[in-house]
């Protein structure tokens, strides 16, 4: 029997026993108060828990309550769902930088980055300092910050905080928000970048300028003798160490309040190679002369070698307690030297440049004398590098020199060959306007007296040279004379067809409590017309 049909039996028995009550009298039934109490409770009870009736009347349907705990899941899911959605959408619509976000201590909380960016500048341009002061021992000298162009990147620092809360997934975004909302603090550090090929020089310079730096020995020819001179153990500057702890100073602003110690490292001088040296110096003695088609210029050489052996040389060299070595020549003149051609084998005059001096300080004078003579007649061919100190040699009471006022660790003192400088200078502003290429130069510690700042060139025997190349495509000759109070220096050739006019524009770019800072350009010009500009130098000079 189905189910149906079973309903419909069971109702219509309780009908029936509906009837007989209606119809049951007390009079007639005795069990009527019984029955009538058992059908009430019958028809009353309540119904199986498991029992849940429905509008139709011919059907019953059996259903499991739900979970308690999955309704709270399924709340919690909705609201966390509700909040992602906020999240997403706040995310999307705002443009500015979340709460709780600083780039490098300062807050950036709700900035546009455009706002960012420009209040990070001014925070920033107020805390780098004008200059820092780099110190080795009781040496101490500064470098300009806006020379070696440090600055930090404020717009990479700007974005990264833009990017907060927006980089990742929408979990990792909202974790970001959040974070930030409840207090967590995110600070972005800015690279700072500089231009290393500047502080590098820069370092470079001050390596050289260092009261305990290292001395390589070098030699020269005096008369018929090669004077060699021994080098020194000494500290040199670590340059990528010091730049990385100049960085560090300046991007935790510690640079502003005290001198950044410099990292060096000691260094011993090499060791004198006779074979090198020798092969540099022994030559054949050649005749100068010159052709006209095509113009060549061929000068004269001396012939030059050793009148010891090679062996004897070493030996000698070998007592490392000598600070100077001689080892006599044979010198063999040429029949025809190149100053005996005269002015028609260098007949066009590229550049001259003049200096004043005091004549009445003899010392000094006659130092200029000396090296003046030295250079005077040097002839360079194609592609040949100048050296002064190669050229005018050692400073040396042997070789005449006076003692005259020279700068030592930043003090006046007297010293052997003071004032030569002027001829370093003198000659090297001759070269910047014959177009040659500079190969070594270094300035003062203080700006001379003699050329404006960033137009000088100084030189220490054995330590700071000052080199250039003849770039040209023909031989050229240096004429310098130093006499009544005027260093000259003049330098002949033959004028090429692409040889342009050259100006140079030398100025300071700041002055400081301790130092002066000051830039070199050349302006090169054709038929007047501006076609390019160089720089030169950019230097760092001590306050007197």
Not at 340 to 348: K, L, Q
Not at 413 to 419: S, T, Y
Request: charged share 20%; aromatic share 8%.
């Amino acid at each position: 029997m189905s189910i149906k049909e079973k309903d419909k039996e069971a109702t219509t028995v309780q009908k029936k026993k509906i009837n007989s009550m209606l119809l049951a009298t007390p009079e007639n039934d005795t069990n009527f108060e019984q029955d009538k109490i058992e059908e009430n409770n019958s028809l009353v009870a309540e119904p199986p828990k498991d029992f849940v009736p429905t509008n139709n009347n011919d059907n019953i349907k059996y259903k499991k309550p739900k979970s308690i705990l999955v309704i709270l899941v399924g709340i919690i899911i909705t609201i966390l769902l509700v909040i992602t959605l906020i999240f997403v959408v706040y995310n999307t619509v705002n443009q500015n930088i979340i709460s709780g976000v600083s780039i490098k201590g300062l807050d950036v909380s709700g900035l546009s980055v455009s706002d960012t960016q420009y209040q990070l500048n001014t925070y920033l341009s107020q805390k780098l300092p004008e200059e820092i002061t780099v110190k080795h021992g009781d040496f101490e000298t500064t470098i300009s910050v806006s020379q070696i162009n440090a600055k930090f990147d404020t717009k990479t620092a700007t974005n990264s905080a833009f990017k907060v809360g927006r980089n990742g997934n929408f979990l990792e975004n909202n974790f970001y928000v959040l974070s930030a909302m409840f207090g967590t603090n995110i600070n972005i550090e800015p690279i700072l970048k500089i231009d290393k090929n500047q502080i590098t020089k820069n370092l470079e310079d001050i390596s050289t300028q260092l009261p305990d730096t290292v001395t390589e020995s070098s030699y020269y020819i005096e008369g018929s003798n090669l004077i060699i001179t021994a080098g020194k153990e000494g500290c040199v500057v670590d340059i990528e160490a010091s730049i990385e702890a100049i960085k560090t100073a300046i991007s935790n602003f510690s640079a502003n309040d005290q001198p950044i110690e410099l990292v060096v490292k000691t260094q011993l001088p090499k060791d004198i190679d006779i074979d090198t040296i020798y092969n540099e110096v022994r030559k054949d003695p050649k005749d100068a002369y010159y052709t006209q088609e095509p113009f060549t210029i061929y000068p004269s050489e001396d012939g030059v070698d050793f009148k010891i052996s090679i062996d004897e040389a070493k030996a000698l060299v070998s007592d490392k307690s000598a600070s100077e070595y001689t080892i006599p020549l044979n010198i063999i003149r040429p029949n025809v030297t190149t100053n005996m051609i005269g002015t028609e084998a260098f007949p066009d005059l590229l550049s001259t440049f003049s200096t004043r001096y005091v004549a009445s300080n003899r010392n000094r004078s006659t130092n200029l004398m000396l090296a003046g003579n030295k250079i005077n007649g040097t002839v360079l061919m194609p592609g040949e590098t100048f050296s002064y100190n190669k050229i005018v040699g050692e400073r040396t009471i042997a070789a005449g020199y006076k003692e005259a006022p020279i700068y030592v660790n930043g003090k006046e003192v007297d010293g052997l060959g003071g004032g030569i400088c002027q001829v370093t200078s003198t000659l090297y502003n001759a070269v910047i306007y014959a177009n040659l290429e500079i190969v070594q130069r270094t300035n003062h510690q203080f700006i001379p007296s003699y050329v404006p700042a960033s137009r000088d060139a100084t030189v220490v025997y054995g330590l700071t040279d000052f080199q250039f190349k003849n770039n040209r495509n023909y031989p050229i000759k240096i004429v310098c004379s130093v006499a009544n109070g005027v260093a000259n220096c003049q330098i002949f050739g033959l004028k090429q067809e692409d040889d342009c006019q050259i100006e140079i524009s030398a100025y300071q770019t700041g002055v400081t409590a301790n130092a002066i800072y000051a830039e070199a350009y050349k302006i090169v010009k054709r038929d007047g017309v501006i076609i390019r500009r160089e720089l030169l130098s950019k230097d760092t000079y001590k306050r007197h």
